[in-house]
């Protein structure tokens, strides 16, 4: 049977439906111009009966399938045959059990666990979608590949190039937007990378308009088949947790491919009798870039099947036109004011019963600081999760009983200049880096020791710090 019987792409909007071949690439429905999603025949796909299935793929590992954390699941994702997958060993990453950090979000010990996504390949979690991309670019010949970023896609985007050299990169970034642990991978992976005036949502209309007129294949997350590969996240949590639903979901809200990708796949179990219940959903916002929040928490904006009321989100974006409003925060992953996938995120919202919080870049960098004294470091976007559920418990929406997973997107160094200005003791280079985001203190700061080099003023200051 032909993978494209099996797979096929599908406009999100009820009132269109329209469906493509799995072998097009579309980033949009070429009829009504809504977003699309990958969908499955899964009455003739030979899916599991137990998700306890995939952990016996565990003792294969010497397969790059079975290796990979995101073609474990290819069953949950089957879209293009084995031979056509793309893989550089992505998915390899930890789901911790956070008691040390568990009194600072406000739930008991043993119910916070933090997925780290930074342990990919390039450091974030867009290696998951990545490898899909890739695998589906792959399958219709594509050639160039191109993206905007704020900086962990064009490093996923570089270092996939780079390793399968099935493809060239082409990576659009907004003048002075993108930390420079990242930008350093998409030089060093040797990419195209094209910085223009302006911001992330300006850098995403020119590279839709570029990929369109030269034929080059898109990766962003409106790409539907990025978020297939984002979907494995969800599966290696459950894994991890021996294949029990948790409570809550708390994840960053950037381009909101993630939350998307989130819904989708507990959509999917559920639909297939994998798992029992669904787990509900928190998708945070930082202050400075809160479209989601603005629309969901205060218009009202909601999925409704499809068929809500999306008026508020054009009289949204022209205020932010008229108003020459730009995103504006530390976490500059999630530095996006024209999320992408925004109705997609709505559709995960309904279907698992979720809230939409916002927290300031002070809230962001002191859980930041909290997570790292636990033992993982993550950039700051990762951290609004953090934030995000200890603002939750404060309110009494997550109980300090329930169980929560808090995504942690990307590796500490991918911005390492914010770490280190909150940490410093140095007045200026806090205020040079931190001080225009509004960032009043460093609660937690961890400042280093000035001392002489004598060795009996290093011994004292080392036992007075003990």
């Known amino acids: 049977m032909l993978q494209s019987e099996l797979a096929f792409q599908k406009c999100i909007a009820p009132d269109c439906g329209a469906t493509f071949d799995v072998q097009e690439m579309h980033v949009a429905c070429p009829r009504c111009h809504d977003l699309l999603d990958v969908q499955y025949d899964w009455n003739r796909l030979p899916v599991p009966d137990r998700l306890e299935y995939f952990e016996r793929k565990w003792s294969r590992r010497h397969d790059p399938l079975c290796h990979s954390g995101v073609w474990r699941f290819h069953e949950l994702l089957p879209f293009a045959p084995a031979e056509q997958i793309v893989t550089v060993g992505e998915g390899q990453t930890l789901l911790q059990q956070a008691d040390g950090i568990a009194p600072y979000v406000g739930v008991q010990p043993g119910r916070l666990h933090l997925q780290y996504e930074g342990l990919n390949p390039s450091g974030s979690f867009k290696d998951n979608g990545m490898s899909a ?18 900086g962990n896609t064009s490093a996923s985007l570089a270092m996939y190039c780079a390793v399968t050299r099935l ?140 068929h809500g009321d999306m008026s508020g989100v054009a009289e ?55 997570v790292g004294a636990g033992g993982i470091g993550c950039e700051p976007a990762s951290a609004a999760s953090v934030a995000g559920a200890r603002l939750l418990v ?33 007045p200026q280079k806090f205020n040079e880096v931190l001080g225009s985001r509004g960032v009043q203190h460093a609660s937690f700061a961890n400042r280093a020791i000035a001392v002489p080099n004598e060795l009996d003023q290093i011994i004292q200051a080392i036992e007075s710090h003990s």
């Open 394 to 426: 404060r309110e009494g929406v997550i109980d300090p009983e329930q169980r929560v997973v808090c995504v942690l997107t990307g590796h500490q160094l991918k911005d390492p200049t914010a770490t280190v200005a909150y940490h410093s003791g140095d």
């Open 316 to 370: 949204h974006y022209e205020r932010l036109t008229r108003e020459h409003k730009k995103a504006s925060t530390i976490a500059s992953a999630i530095e996006i004011n024209r999320p992408v996938n925004l109705r997609k995120c709505l559709r995960a919202l309904d279907t698992c019963d979720g809230v939409v919080r916002q927290v300031s870049d002070q809230d962001i960098l002191d859980a930041k600081a909290q």
């Open 133 to 150: 991309a890739f695998t589906h670019a792959r399958s219709i010949g594509a050639k160039r590949a191109a993206c905007a970023s704020t």
């Open 167 to 306: 493809m060239k990169a082409v990576i659009f970034i907004g003048s002075g937007k993108i930390a420079y642990g990242k930008l350093s991978q998409a030089l060093e992976y040797g990419a195209l990378t094209v910085q223009i005036a302006g911001d992330f949502d300006d850098a995403m209309v020119r590279v839709q308009q570029v990929a369109r007129d030269l034929g080059i294949y898109l990766v962003n997350s409106v790409n539907p088949f990025r978020l297939e590969g984002q979907k494995t996240i969800m599966y290696r949590v459950l894994e991890s947790l021996r294949w029990q639903v948790p409570d809550w979901i708390v994840v960053p809200g950037g381009n909101l491919g993630n939350s998307s990708a989130f819904g989708k796949a507990f959509s999917e179990l559920h639909c297939l009798g994998l798992i029992d219940r669904l787990p509900r959903l928190a998708v945070i916002n930082a202050c400075g870039a809160d479209t989601l929040y603005q629309l969901h928490q205060v218009r009202g904006v909601r999925w409704r099947n499809g």
